[in-house]
């Protein structure tokens, strides 16, 4: 019964690494989604998939990348991390994108 | 494009208060409407739904909310406070535009003092 799971929970980076934030749902849900948390801001969405091999870009998808190669999962890559991409991402999962959200624990993300 | 407002950054109450958070929305048809919680460090979770069904929809923890079509509201209400209650709280639309993504409002932090 684990629901939305993100790895890994906190990560520290140097601006221009690379890095991939991995979620994984065991609901078999179609819709899946990465936001981004930021003070004030609330939760603003980076890039979202509405099944299987497709993804969509949401409000702030400059500098990330997703894929979405199995149901189960979605991933997130930031291919030359920057001080503005500090913040507190959020996946979450829909079973058909009408009702509520999943949401997992959440990745904190510093870059130095 | 739709969008939701939320009225105050932060709402403080005493323990046994009325807690009223407010939501507004804009949207040319009727909307879903959801209300989230998020406690400190960790995800979301859902508090309550409106999706055209009843207009007053209650939710967990003793929480509430009122559609209120001609006001374009949406606000979340407890009759009285806990110490437990103390979080963020998130209103969210879903667009009507199918295949699309929850927009979040910026959010109220609940303080609640004994």
């Known amino acids: 019964n684990a629901g939305v799971t993100q790895t890994p929970k906190f990560r520290v980076l140097k601006t221009g690494q690379s890095m991939t934030l991995l979620c994984a749902q065991d609901?078999?849900?179609?819709?899946m989604y990465w936001y981004r948390q930021d003070p004030g801001m609330g939760l603003r969405l980076i890039h979202y998939s509405v099944g299987e091999g497709t993804t969509a870009k949401g409000e702030v998808p400059d500098g990330y990348n997703v894929s979405r190669l199995k149901k189960q999962n979605f991933l997130l890559g930031l291919e030359s991390a920057a001080p503005s991409q500090t913040s507190v991402y959020f996946c979450?999962?829909?079973?058909?994108?009408?009702?509520?959200?999943?949401f997992g624990s959440g990745t904190r993300l510093t870059v130095v | 494009a739709q969008s939701v407002t939320q009225l105050g950054s932060h709402v403080s109450v005493s323990e046994g208060a009325l807690v009223l958070l407010r939501c507004n929305y804009s949207?040319?048809?009727?909307?879903?409407l959801f209300w989230y919680v998020q406690y400190p460090n960790q995800g979301l979770q859902l508090l309550l739904k409106y999706t055209s069904a009843a207009t007053l929809v209650k939710g967990i923890n003793g929480f509430e909310a009122e559609f209120k079509k001609s006001e374009t509201s949406f606000h979340l209400t407890k009759p009285s406070a806990h110490m437990s209650d103390a979080a963020e709280y998130f209103c969210a639309v879903r667009p009507y535009q199918a295949g699309t993504a929850l927009i979040f409002g910026k959010g109220t932090t609940l303080s609640v003092s004994s």
């Open positions: 949207s040319s048809v009727p909307p879903y």
């Open positions: 609901m078999n849900h179609e819709y």
């Open positions: 979450a999962s829909s079973l058909d994108g009408n009702y509520g959200y999943t």
